[in-house]
């Protein structure tokens, strides 16, 4: 107890009797934060985070640009449709629509309506929505799939210099080997490319390109002008092996003198199977003289065309015509020709020269002339039996400027002739104006059609 009449200890009981509680407290908590510092800065940090949180709180719930992307989504959806103008397409689509579910419920009659009105709206909205419908349903990996295929050409038309010195086939072959693709498509397709296909499939539709008619051109210049995977095939060794039995028999010679079975078809002397041999032969006759006028010496120029088609299994044609080729081609198309003037033979090849044997049968001609020989046989008591010829033609193969093997030219021609038992033979002259060459030109129809695959 303090003693009586000092003046500190009457304050401080006054002071301390006067006091809220809560100042005592907060003396109290004070003093303990005054004892330990940490403590002090962590109320501190609590009490700036929480009036930070109350402000932005506020300022989040003030501002309309801070909405939820929720509430935006809802206003829009809850937005009257009539502010979205509907075109005359959407129209015309909406009705088209109407009339298919009309027609698929059996309503012919509302779905006719319907067309019309969508018709007369856009006249092909039937095409536009077909379309629309094919780029929907096209699936993504075949877009994937064209992504990938024009990175992998265009890395391929990269070569480097090194490989610029190499065979054009050798080059080929390694951008194969890298993209392990025949060929790839240039543009984006919803169908399957041929470039699905395997080597093997593609190397069987060659050879039916070639056919058993050996049509070697139409794959040596057309289909391996395609693209690389088609030039690779088209000089497949297989191939031109069996073109070169064809030609030449089984006992062909090997390669002992070629690198390729397609250099030897290009080097090696043959006959084209494609197209008509082709020789015009023109001259001059002299006429006979009037009798009114004796000065007068008439001449006549003579020109007619012999034409020659072969066919790989030795079967050989021959027709001899004042006709022009766009006329007379077409009786050399079939095997068995109708036109009785046409010469049926066979011809053998050796080396650069081809051996001919053709044969005129007496009894092979039409009605009307077996009506004219039954007529002189009547007429004439002297008439004999109808003779039977054969032709005999040698001709050697020769190349014209930078075109080969084209030409056939006449080493010997005669006709042997049976008349009953009697036998006669006939050597002709070759004089160069009388016998012209035979040039080569191609035939489209004969070629147009593959009739069995090259074996």
């Known amino acids: 107890m303090f003693p009586p009449g000092k003046p500190g200890s009457s304050r401080f009981s006054e002071s301390a009797s006067n006091r809220p509680w809560r100042d005592i407290n907060a003396e109290d908590s004070n003093t303990d934060e005054q004892d330990d510092p940490s403590a002090i800065q962590h109320v501190k940090a609590v009490d700036e985070l929480s009036t930070f949180r109350a402000q932005w709180k506020r300022e989040l719930k003030s501002s309309p640009e801070h909405q939820p992307q929720q509430s935006l989504t809802q206003r829009e959806s809850s937005a009257p449709s009539e502010t979205v103008p509907e075109t005359t397409e959407d129209q015309a689509r909406a009705l088209f629509l109407k009339g298919i579910q009309h027609e698929q419920d059996g309503k012919l009659y509302e779905a006719v309506k319907f067309y019309r009105r969508a018709v007369q709206l856009v006249p092909d909205i039937e095409t536009r929505l077909y379309e629309a419908t094919k780029s929907k349903t096209t699936p993504v990996e075949v877009h994937l799939e064209s992504l990938t295929l024009d990175d992998t050409s265009a890395e391929s038309e990269t070569v480097d210099e090194a490989e610029e010195d190499d065979d054009l086939l050798v080059r080929f072959q390694r951008i194969l080997l890298r993209d392990q693709a025949v060929c790839h498509p240039e543009s ?3 169908g399957t490319h041929i470039s699905s296909l395997p080597m093997e499939i593609l190397l069987y539709i060659f050879k039916w390109v070639v056919s058993s008619e050996l049509d070697v051109r139409l794959l040596d210049l057309s289909c391996s002008a395609v693209c690389r995977g088609f030039y690779l095939a088209a000089r497949d060794p297989e191939i031109w092996r069996l073109v070169c039995v064809r030609v030449w028999g089984v006992n062909c010679g090997g390669l002992s003198n070629f690198e390729s079975w397609r250099q030897m078809f290009i080097e090696r002397p043959h006959i084209y199977f494609h197209g008509c041999y082709i020789s015009k032969t023109t001259y001059i006759r002299h006429g006979e003289n009037s009798f009114q006028d004796q000065f007068y010496r008439p001449w006549h120029i ?4 012999r034409y020659l088609r072969f066919f790989p299994d030795g079967l050989v044609l021959m027709l001899t015509t004042p006709e022009d080729p766009p006329v007379s081609l077409k009786e050399l198309k079939h095997r068995n020709p109708r036109n009785s003037t046409v010469l049926r033979g066979h011809y053998r090849l050796h080396d650069d020269h081809v051996t001919i044997v053709l044969k005129r049968d007496p009894e092979k001609g039409s009605s009307t002339n077996n009506k004219i020989r039954n007529q002189k046989r009547r ?3 002297l008439w004999t039996e109808p ?5 005999h033609l040698e001709l050697q193969i020769g190349s014209h400027r930078s075109h080969r093997h084209v030409q056939l030219h006449w080493q010997c021609y005669s006709v042997i002739t049976h008349r009953g038992s009697t ?8 004089i160069s104006g009388r016998f012209p060459p035979f040039h080569f030109s ?8 593959s009739e069995n695959i090259l074996q």
């Open 188 to 190: 984006l397709q919803s």
């Open 302 to 305: 003579v020109e007619y065309f």
């Open 379 to 381: 007429d004439n008591a």
């Open 387 to 391: 003779s039977e010829q054969t032709f």
């Open 423 to 430: 036998e006669s033979s006939t050597n002709f002259d070759l």
């Open 442 to 449: 191609r035939v489209k129809s004969y070629t147009a059609e």
